[in-house]
């Protein structure tokens, strides 16, 4: 599902953020990217979303070689890939469900369709009773959790964190990898990108470890 042929990505100025990087994720797989930070996490997803594009190999996700992706391409690779970040970058002028919805608007969506879809989502991650509330009132871990209801509304097929449970305490990141590990069991393939080593020990999926840019170790 996602693949990696020897990518390299280099900035302007010299600095090589990745290095030679080959992997796969296979499709309905669960894994986790950790490293240090300055590792080239945060690239290496930006790579899968064509925030950036490499500067050497080749980056798949399905059949698509988005090396060659042409620009028009691009929103609709998007779709297919739900993003959850650490500070959620939800929109405070906007309710619960306007958040949620959000991405379908872009997509077109009708407004009876975008609905039952925003109720499905908040329903699966337990704020279905806080769509019309702002979400600044919410705490964290629900903010959190709209910020994952707003990544899974248009049911992606690949689902992206980068240090989701970064501000969250241990009881509530156990609750939101839980969340993954739900969406990942009904098929959708996840790559989770964290710092929290204790929380991830305890769960049974291959590990991504990179290094200075480079991937140091594969756990499978």
Known sequence: MIRFDNVSMRYPGGHEALSRLSFELKRGEMAFL??????????LLKLIMLMERSSQGQVFVGEQNLNR???????????????????????FDRTVFDNVALPLQ?????????????????????LLNKEKLNPIVLSTGEQQRIGLARAIVNKP????????????DPELSAQVMGLFRQFNQVGVTVLVA??????????????LTLDQGRLSDVDH
């Open 106 to 126: 872009i997509s077109g969506y009708e407004r009876d369709s975008a609905g039952r879809r925003v109720r499905a989502a908040l329903d699966k991650v337990g």
């Open 194 to 207: 964290t710092h929290d080593l204790d929380l991830i020990s305890q769960m049974p999926h291959r590990r």
């Open 69 to 91: 992706m042409p620009l028009a391409q691009v929103p609709y690779l998007r779709r297919k890939i739900g993003v959850v970040f650490q500070n959620h970058q939800l929109l």
């Open 157 to 168: 097929q690949v689902l992206l964190a980068d240090e989701p449970t970064g501000n969250l």
């Open 34 to 43: 950790t490293g240090h930070s300055g590792a080239g996490k945060s690239t």
